[in-house]
């Protein structure tokens, strides 16, 4: 994935009933860069984590992590959001979740902001797509 560094988050959307996750992304700097706008399309979203919105969202970085170390790290909180049946894919133990979350060949990208918007997204695949102005 390109580096959307100082992009601003504009929108988001989940649809929930396809399974997708969208972000849209838009440069506010006063340089020009080659992709002013895009759109972010998660595909096959299986649980999702956003927090912290202020309107103004300012990325620091969108990256792909290891499975493994996400689920690991987040083990305890999802223990203990587990009663409320999140996340979905959690299977009671870092183990089982780690490898249900492999066999169904989910990737989890992290959100990490400079002001805003944080959190993850664990899905099939991410789709970016530059959009023209109107």
Not at 38 to 54: E, I, K, M, R, W
Request: hydrophobic share 35%; no cysteine; net charge negative.
């Amino acid at each position: 994935m390109r580096s959307w560094h100082d992009y601003q988050i504009v929108g988001y959307r989940v649809d929930g009933e396809r399974d997708q996750l969208f972000l849209e992304l838009r440069w506010k700097e006063g340089t020009r860069v080659d992709v002013p706008q895009a759109d972010l399309t998660f595909s096959g979203v299986s649980d999702y984590l956003l927090q912290h919105d202020l309107g103004g969202n300012i990325v620091f970085s969108i990256d792909e992590s290891s499975i493994e170390e996400f689920v690991r790290e987040n083990a305890e909180y999802f223990e203990g959001t587990k009663k409320w049946g999140w996340p979905r894919s959690w299977r009671g133990d870092a183990a089982k979740t780690i490898h249900h979350l492999q066999a169904a060949g989910k990737r989890v990208w992290l959100l990490s902001s400079s002001y805003g918007l944080r959190g993850w997204v664990v899905a099939d695949d991410v789709q970016e797509r530059a959009v023209s102005k109107v």
